[in-house]
C-alpha cells in the first residue's frame, strides 16, 4: 500500500475522545501529493547499528518479525514453496519513514524464525511497488514455466495499476512481465491483488480493493496476464460510512462439514476502535460472484489496535494461517522504534465455527511456536524476566475479573472481564509505559466479545518487548496491541472470580 490517506494533525486532548468515536486519520502516510516518478526520496539511511547490537534495542521484538532496519508495512506475497514460507512486505529499503515502497522478503521453514532476503521488488517507471500476492504457477498457465512464482502488485505511480513480474528461481529474483500493467486504470482507488486459483470455473480470480471508492472488484484469468472484470461487491458498514476498503483476501474454509467463503478486508481508519482494522464477511462465491450473508457489518477479525493489512499465505492446501502489519496508521509513523519501524503479527491459523447459528472467524497462534517454548509452569505473582513469554489465565465466569501485567516500574496493562456480558476492555493509557510518541496511542478502553458459553474462560497472552497479543484458549476472540513499557511486564495480580495461572517462555528467533 499505499499514497492515499489524509493526514490527521494531532488534536488538542479534549478532541481525542470524539475522535475515537468517529475515526481518525493517519498522520503520518500517503502523502496523496508524492510522485514516485519525481520524488527520489534520496533522504540519507539511519546511522546502522553494529552487529553486536542488532536486534537487541529497547523495544526490538524478540519473537515476531521485524526487518533488522527501516520501515515496514503490509505482509505481500505470502506463498508456501517447497518447503519454505515466503513473506513479502511492504519495505522502505532507504529509511526509518514511509517511502521508496518496495517488496522486502523474508523466508521460514516454520513460521516462526525468520531470514531476512534481499529486497526483491523495487520501483520502475509505473511506480512505486504496493501490495500484492504471490501464487505457484503448476501448470505453466501463464507461460513462465511450470512451478513458477508469479507475483501480482499494484504499481502506484500516477495511477494505481496491476502488475506481474515472475521467479523461476524460488524467489530470489524476479523478472518484471513486459507486458505491465496486466490490468489499467486511471485513478487511485484500485489496488493490493490478492489471487487463488478456482477449482471449479477452471481459472485465476484476484479480488481488488477500491480504496476510497470502496468495495471489491473482481477479476478472472486463465493465464494471470489478461484479465477480465467479473463482478463488484459492496456492502454498507454500520456506523462507518467513510472508511476505505484495502487488502482483500478472499477463502474457502470448512464449516459444519462443508465449505463456506470468507471474505477479509481491511478499512482505515475507524477499526473497531479508531484507526486501522481488520473485518471479514461469511459468504458464498460462484467463481463470479461473492455474496455476503445477510448480516450486520463490520464483523471484526481482531478487537486490538494493531493488526492490519493481514492476508494468507498461498499454496497452503486447506490449511490457512494468516499474517498482519502490527500497527496502526494513526500513528505508524511515530512509534518509537530504531533502526526499524513495525513488526509482523505472530502467524495465525483461521478456522470458521458457528457461534449463536452464525459463522464466526477465529484465529489462534500456530502450533510451530511450541518449537521455542519452555515447559509450563504456575505463573504465581512475579517471575524472572524473559525474552518473551506465553501466559495462560483460566478465569471462572460467574463474576467480574480484573488481570493486571505489570513490571518492576510500577507500568502495567490491566484487563477487565465481564461475566455477565461476556467480554473483555483492555486500558492502554500512560500506565501501560511510553505513549508520549502520538495523542491517539492511548485509548482508555478497547472492548471485545468472548464468544464463549462456557462458565469460564482461558485468556492466552503472548507477550513481546513491545507488545502483547491476547486470544481466548479457542480464538472466538483476538486482540493485538502494542505496548512501550521500560521493561516487559514480569508481575500478574487476579482479582475477582477464581483463577488459574500457568507460565512458559519463549525464546528469541534472533539468537
Known amino acids: ?51 553486536e547490537g542488532l ?6 521484538p524478540q519473537i515476531h518479525f521485524t526487518p533488522a532496519r527501516n520501515r515496514m508495512n503490509d505482509p505481500n506475497g505470502m506463498v508456501y514453496a517447497e ?55 503448476k501448470d505453466n498457465t501463464a507461460g513462465f514455466g511450470a512451478g513458477a512464482m508469479v507475483a501480482l502488485y499494484t504499481s502506484a505511480g500516477s495511477a494505481q495499476q496491476q502488475s506481474l513480474a515472475y521467479s523461476t528461481d524460488g524467489g530470489k529474483n524476479f523478472t518484471r512481465f513486459s507486458g505491465n500493467p496486466v490490468i489499467r486504470n486511471n485513478d ?38 489478461t484479465w477480465t472484470h467479473l463482478s463488484t461487491f459492496f456492502v454498507p458498514l454500520s456506523g462507518r460510512p467513510d472508511l476505505q476498503w484495502e487488502c482483500p483476501d478472499l477463502v474457502r474454509m470448512d464449516y459444519k462439514g462443508g465449505k463456506k467463503w470468507v471474505l477479509i478486508v481491511s478499512v482505515n481508519p475507524g477499526g473497531p476502535i479508531l484507526g486501522s482494522g481488520t473485518m471479514y464477511l461469511p459468504g458464498d462465491f460462484d467463481g ?79 502450533k510451530e511456536i511450541d518449537g521455542i517454548a519452555g515447559s509450563w509452569k504456575e505463573a504465581g505473582s512475579s ?17 467480574n475479573s480484573t488481570i493486571t501485567l505489570s513490571n518492576d516500574k510500577g507500568q502495567k496493562l490491566v484487563v477487565e472481564v465481564y461475566a455477565a456480558d461476556r467480554k473483555i476492555a483492555l486500558k492502554r493509557s500512560a500506565a501501560t509505559g511510553d505513549t508520549s510518541f502520538n495523542g491517539t496511542f492511548s485509548v482508555p478502553a478497547m472492548q471485545g466479545p468472548l464468544c464463549t458459553e462456557g462458565t469460564e474462560v482461558t485468556l492466552d497472552f503472548f507477550v513481546d518487548q513491545s507488545s502483547v497479543e491476547l486470544f481466548t484458549r479457542e480464538g472466538t476472540l483476538s486482540m493485538t496491541n502494542l505496548v512501550f513499557p521500560t521493561g516487559i511486564y514480569n508481575h500478574l495480580e487476579v482479582t475477582g472470580a477464581a483463577a488459574q495461572a500457568e507460565i512458559r517462555s519463549l525464546s528469541s528467533i534472533w539468537k
Open 1 to 51: 500500500m499505499h499514497t492515499r490517506m489524509i493526514g490527521l494533525r494531532l488534536l488538542a486532548a479534549t478532541a481525542l475522545l470524539a475522535a475515537a468515536v468517529i475515526g481518525c486519520q493517519p498522520d503520518d502516510t500517503h502523502k496523496q501529493d508524492y510522485n514516485p516518478l519525481i520524488d527520489d526520496k534520496t533522504e540519507p539511511e539511519p546511522e546502522k547499528p553494529t552487529d
Open 55 to 60: 536486534r537487541k534495542e529497547q523495544y526490538r
Open 83 to 137: 518447503g519454505v514460507y515466503h513473506h513479502f512486505y511492504q519495505y522502505n529499503p532507504k529509511g526509518n519513514d514511509w517511502g521508496n515502497m518496495s517488496w522486502g522478503h523474508a523466508t521460514s521453514k516454520d513460521l516462526v524464525h525468520w531470514e531476512e532476503q534481499d529486497v526483491a521488488l523495487t520501483r520502475d517507471d509505473l511506480g512505486d511497488i504496493f501490495s500484492g500476492s504471490a501464487v505457484i504457477d
Open 188 to 225: 487511485d482507488n484500485l489496488r493490493d491483488p490478492k489471487v487463488f486459483w478456482h477449482e471449479e470455473s477452471g481459472k485465476w480470480v484476484m479480488s481488488l480493493a477500491k480504496g476510497w471508492a470502496k468495495g471489491i472488484e473482481f477479476y478472472g484469468s486463465s493465464d494471470l496476464k
Open 288 to 366: 463470479t460472484t461473492f455474496t455476503a450473508d445477510d448480516r450486520d457489518y463490520p464483523l471484526w477479525l481482531d478487537y486490538g489496535m494493531d493488526n492490519y493489512a493481514g492476508v494468507t499465505w498461498s499454496n497452503t492446501g486447506s490449511r490457512l494461517v494468516m499474517l498482519g502489519w502490527m500497527n496502526n496508521w494513526s500513528y505508524a509513523g511515530n512509534v518509537p522504534c530504531s533502526p526499524w519501524r513495525s513488526a509482523m503479527t505472530l502467524p495465525r491459523e483461521l478456522k470458521l465455527v458457528e457461534y449463536e447459528g452464525k459463522p464466526l472467524l477465529c484465529s489462534t497462534v500456530v
Open 383 to 399: 517471575w524472572e524476566s524473559m525474552d518473551a513469554y506465553q501466559l495462560s489465565v483460566k478465569v471462572a465466569l460467574d463474576k
